[in-house]
């Protein structure tokens, strides 16, 4: 038995000493320099031409042999590709030198950065430790040396002894407990497979403290090179994994089950057998265990060790984040994310029929004539059973009621009773709207591990036991039946009438279901035993519901609650309705069918099947506040909007060439939103923003009798030919600047803060010498002979993120085209109906008068609707080129969404929503500037904007990979923003106009918290 060590005093060594060291054993001039350590002394040494080495000086219980054996696993990591640093020479040739009794030894410096303070670490980084520690296992794995065979503290194979051993130093006696609690359970877990464990020469202490960082494209730390083999030694294979997964726990340690995806990367490179996935999590446990003991023993010992009362706080992050979900739960997340079986899913669960009753119509259930539903619970029921959906695509929770949750849920079950149901059912394993939170970093607890039903008010009804089984508990709430091989059944709702202990059979009366006018509801849950975990039954290990009422579980924790539970379904005559997240199957699926130029957003999306005002839902019911729709400006799942739609489409839709009002009310609204004193007349009705540009760039030709149209660089206007050819974004087409073709001519983009020309808001000078040099593109192009037939232009740079105008640029650009004959068309299909806030156009912002104007996206809230509105002289010039049409723009039912929309943008007051809250978080970014150097300027007005992330706000390098990390993490938290411009380094911020100041300073928060903690 390994006696608890509890951490060593250092060896007595100062970094005086250190530069004696380099000077006498290595021959080398250096200044020392201390880095922390828990047994040893680690020093850097600087040479005077800048050269770097470290020093260790090693504590005195450690021998030759175990030093041996770590020069030989640097071989081996060697060998394999894994990157460490080498041990370097002294004077006589030697790896080890002695100086006054003490062991020294001199290794390369490896570059990098320490990971162990990083903060957040990515997905991908949590892959690349787990990848890191499994080629370490597999480069080790045929290391034989004397010097592995030690007996040390941190071998895991004596963890729990250690702990037990040193807890009487810890002074938290709370925690003292917890560690012990932890420790032991964790143990006996272990015990049951410790013997199937493979063994092998390990690290042992693969820790983000053990390895450099090395910055990436994106900004992140990613592991690099392999530190400190001081605790090498022979050990359980698995260990590895589990020392390194312990420690990224620290790093969001809110979230422990993010360090499933270092355990499933280390899985793909080492594959681990059933004993060890099993063991990981007690390792977990164990490895978090014995630093909280160890560290404060090491005080204890050694109270000037300031790097061992630093770790303090990181090491009961750890063991909080090891030990935050019941142990059982933890490991079989484990085997659920490794595709590896726990206990087979409804095993011991011999299902007993319903006895048999007469057939009646609109009672039999899904077993079949003569199996009534829940008649193997409900003695005497009478009546049907209607089965509720309480889940993220219910038809019954529209225009935003799920927000209502308790009440919500009561409205779907009392409609269902009212309907002539006897019970209404809220299904095991539906995922509950009702439930959903929003401006929420956290995902709700939406999936009910139970059937809940609810019995409409009426007489007395004997609860009978669906199955056979003995009394293991009965109280107040219920009763908690022991099934078969260790599977239990509880039925919560109303006082049990059983004696603990007492057998009763499929059929027997167990509860007394007491008369009632109200509904009454019950809970049925069909559980694993291991999943009670100690919990006072017939409670198991999740939060407390409402009596009688299912216990529900986050979607994170799915995995494990799926195995853990069964579907009552089969046992109660349902039909069962069980879901579970096909996000992944999803992608897969659409992978097969779409072309690879089809964009996707995010590495791992969501899938989502719900949307409410600024929210998205996802189809486990999480929500995420929408920060990119701008399509949909009045919000997600409008009823104003659906309303339209539905009436009109049951009454008429056919295409413009008939006569009905709505053509002409439609485009008369349109018109009355112009400026004051505009001479546009006319609208032409299309299906969407590129459709409409293509006419609009036809209109101009015809009515000039020209072809040249100027475009400016970096701009995104569609994908139809003609739109497509005004398109000049790289970010959307790389080559766009070389196959433009020759009626098309590009010119300057104006942006101020990258542009040729860069100046203040405010600064005249820098849009005259744009226009200027547009000017001189005209009258080149007219001495050539390519006359211009027209200028398009977003009022407002859309695809750079939002940037305006220079001041008086866009009025002297209109001037100088109408002058050479060109006419002016104003692509607002971004920027136009009310998000500017202040102005209802983008172009208003420039104070100019287009002579055509496109639009589309939000004009029907995502459905389709496009159109230009111009004056009649030019619509008319097409003429010459036959008769226009459009065979959906226009019809009936677009004109009726359309006029819907413009009603509610008047009666919500959209406009001066996206003014408040569009300045307000406007303000929250500029704030955030001040904090984090990566903002760079903050473009837009209203609720279009752009935060623009660079490296340096001088040089203005665009932060682009870091950007999409950013994006990431944010999603994470619940925000969905993407990027935008040539560089991708902008994140937009184009939401339905129905923000909220709530929503909004979420946003702000959680960006705050991703640049302070990490992406």
Not at 272 to 283: I, K
Not at 297 to 303: C, F, H, K, P, V
Not at 832 to 854: C, K
Not at 909 to 937: C, K, S, T, W, Y
Request: charge should be negative; hydrophobic fraction near 45%; proline fraction near 5%.
């Amino acid at each position: 038995m390994t006696e608890p060590q509890g951490g060593l005093v250092r060896p007595n060594v100062s970094e005086v000493d250190a530069a004696a060291i380099a000077r006498e054993c290595f021959g080398i001039e250096a200044e020392a320099h201390e880095l922390g350590s828990n047994q040893d002394r680690n020093f850097v040494l600087l040479e005077a031409d800048g050269g770097r080495s470290v020093l260790r000086v090693d504590n005195p219980v450690f021998g030759d042999a175990e030093r041996d054996a770590q020069h030989a696993a640097l071989d081996a990591y060697r060998a394999a590709g894994v990157p460490v640093a080498s041990v370097l020479p002294g004077l006589d040739g030697s790896l080890t030198q002695r100086w006054r009794g003490f062991a020294v030894r001199r290794s390369e410096f490896a570059e990098g950065e320490p990971l162990v303070d990083a903060g957040y670490l990515a997905p991908v980084v949590l892959e690349e430790f787990g990848a890191l520690a499994a080629a370490s296992v597999n480069a080790l794995e045929g290391l034989s040396h004397p010097g592995l065979a030690r007996d040390h503290m941190w071998i895991m194979g004596v963890a729990h002894e250690q702990t037990a051993g040193l807890g009487h130093s810890n002074a938290d006696e709370e925690l003292r407990q917890r560690v012990l609690a932890a420790a032991e359970a964790a143990q006996r877990q272990l015990d049951l497979v410790s013997a199937a464990l493979p063994t092998q020469a390990i690290h042992g202490d693969l820790t983000d403290d053990n390895v450099t960082g090395r910055r990436g494209d994106d900004r992140r730390l990613h592991p690099h090179v392999v530190l400190d083999l001081g605790d090498l030694a022979y050990g359980w294979r698995v260990s590895e994994l589990a020392v390194t997964a312990s420690s990224m726990l620290h790093h969001d340690p809110e979230r422990p089950l993010r360090v499933l995806d270092t355990i499933a990367a280390f899985h793909r490179a080492a594959p681990l057998s059933n004993a060890e996935a099993r063991a990981v999590w007690p390792l977990i446990v164990l490895r978090a265990a014995v630093l909280v003991a160890s560290g404060w023993r090491q005080l204890e010992i050694d109270g000037g060790n300031d790097y061992a009362r630093e770790r303090i706080a990181g090491e009961q992050a750890i063991f909080d984040a090891a030990t935050a979900l019941p142990l059982a739960e933890a490991t079989e997340q484990v085997l659920a994310r490794l595709g590896m079986q726990g206990v087979p899913h409804g095993q011991g669960l011999r299902l007993v029929a319903a006895p048999s009753i007469p057939r009646r119509a609109g009672v039999d259930g899904p077993g079949g004539p003569g199996q009534r539903p829940l008649g193997a619970l409900l003695a005497g029921l009478t009546g049907g059973v209607a089965m509720v959906d309480p889940g993220v695509e219910s038809e019954a929770l529209d225009a935003g009621t799920w927000l209502e949750r308790d009440v919500a849920e009561r409205r779907l079950v009392d409609a269902a009773l009212r309907d002539g149901a006897a019970v209404a059912v809220l299904p095991y394993g539906v995922y509950r709207l009702t439930r959903t939170a929003i401006d929420s970093v956290d995902a709700a607890e939406t999936w009910p591990i139970g059937t809940e039903l609810w019995v409409g008010g009426g007489g007395a009804l004997d609860v009978l036991a669906p199955l056979s089984g003995s009394v293991a508990a009965a109280t107040e709430r219920g009763v908690l039946l022991e099934l078969q091989n260790g599977w239990f059944l509880s039925i919560d709702g109303v006082p049990a009438q059983v004696e603990v202990g007492a057998d009763v059979r499929a059929a027997d009366p167990i509860v007394r279901l007491a008369a009632s006018s109200d509904p009454r509801p019950l809970t049925v849950t069909v559980c694993r035993g291991d999943a009670l975990d100690g919990a006072e039954p017939p409670i198991l290990s999740v939060e407390v519901p409402q009596q009688g009422r299912a216990q529900l579980v986050a979607p994170e924790r799915v995995p494990a609650w799926a195995r853990f539970t069964h579907d009552p379904a089969s046992i109660l005559g349902l039909d069962s309705l069980v879901q579970r997240d096909e996000s992944a199957d999803e992608q897969t699926r659409r992978e097969q069918i779409f072309a690879s130029a089809q964009e996707r957003y995010y590495a791992s999306p969501m899938q989502i099947e719900r949307g409410w005002r600024h929210h998205l839902v996802d189809t486990t019911g999480r929500a995420y506040v929408d920060m990119v729709n701008n399509v949909t400006g009045l919000g997600h799942g409008h009823p104003g909007v659906a309303d339209a739609v539905n009436r009109q489409i049951r009454i008429l839709n056919t295409n413009s060439r008939f006569l009905y009002r709505e053509l002409a009310e439609y485009s008369e609204r349109l018109l009355a939103l112009l400026p004051e004193g505009s001479d546009l007349d006319t609208v032409l009705l299309v299906n969407s923003g590129s459709e409409a540009v293509d006419l609009a760039l036809r209109l101009a030709q015809a009515a000039t009798g020209r072809k040249t149209v100027v475009a400016l660089r970096e701009a995104y206007h569609g994908w139809t030919m003609a739109s497509d050819a005004v398109t000049t974004s790289a970010y959307d087409n790389p080559y766009a600047l070389e196959n433009r073709p020759d009626w098309i001519h590009v010119a300057d983009v104006p942006n101020r803060f990258r542009g040729t020309y860069r100046g203040e808001a405010g600064d005249t000078s820098v849009g005259a010498r744009y226009a200027a040099d547009l000017g001189g593109d005209l009258d080149a192009l007219a001495a050539s002979g390519r006359h211009i037939a027209g200028f398009i232009c977003e009022s407002v740079l859309g695809n750079a993120g939002g940037v305006l105008l220079p001041d008086g640029y866009l009025a002297e650009v209109y001037d100088r085209v109408r002058v050479a004959g060109g006419l002016c068309i104003a692509d607002e299909v971004q920027v136009g109906f009310g998000r500017m806030g202040s102005s209802f156009w983008g172009f208003e912002q420039s104070g100019v008068a287009p002579d055509l104007i496109t639009i589309a996206k939000p004009m029907g809230n995502g459905f389709p609707i496009g159109g230009v509105i111009t004056s009649k002289r030019i619509a008319d010039a097409l003429t010459t080129q036959g008769q226009f049409f459009s065979s959906a723009g226009g019809n009936p039912l677009s004109c009726r969404v359309g006029l819907a929309v413009l009603d509610a943008m008047r009666s919500e007051g959209l406009q001066q929503n996206a003014h408040f809250v569009g300045r307000r978080l406007a303000d929250g970014f500029r704030a955030l500037a001040e904090q984090h150097d990566i903002i760079g300027p903050v473009h837009g007005e209203g609720l279009y904007l752009g935060v623009e992330l660079v490296r340096d706000r001088e040089t203005m390098e665009p932060a682009t990979e870091e950007a999409a990390a950013i994006c990431e993490r944010l999603r994470e938290l619940g925000v969905i923003v993407l990027t935008t411009s040539e560089r991708s380094n902008v994140l937009k911020v184009k939401p339905p106009l129905c923000l909220t100041e709530e929503s909004a300073d979420f946003v702000v928060a959680q960006l705050d918290r991703v640049l302070s903690t990490g992406w």
